[in-house]
């Protein structure tokens, strides 16, 4: 018999919103990357490419409001974000 041990994530809505952060991330990461095509970044990308990394910052609070993030990983992936964020206001 096999067991298994019930985790936040391994809920259902944990899965879910696990799956909708990672599409998510992997979103922004593509508009990220769109910027390094051109030399100066043109701002209507430099704005999508905010607003998708917002979307996942929005989405790591709301998991860690749920309980369905455990506080420390939460608190790192937002500080990423933030980070992210904070370097595209610098181009």
Request: no cysteine; proline share 7%.
């Given at each position: ?26 979103t ?23 607003k998708?990394?917002g ?27 933030t ?8 181009l």
């Amino acid at each position: 018999m096999r067991m298994t041990f019930m985790t936040p994530t391994a809920k259902p809505a944990g899965r879910r919103s696990s799956k909708r952060i990672a599409h998510s991330a992997a979103t922004a990461r593509t508009k990220v990357l769109q910027l390094a095509k051109k030399a100066p970044p043109p701002a209507r990308r430099v704005t999508k490419a905010r607003k998708a990394i917002g979307t996942v910052a929005a989405l790591i609070a709301r998991a860690k409001t749920k309980g369905q993030m455990a506080a420390g990983p939460a608190d790192a992936l937002a500080a990423l974000a933030t980070a992210a964020s904070r370097e595209l206001d610098a181009l």
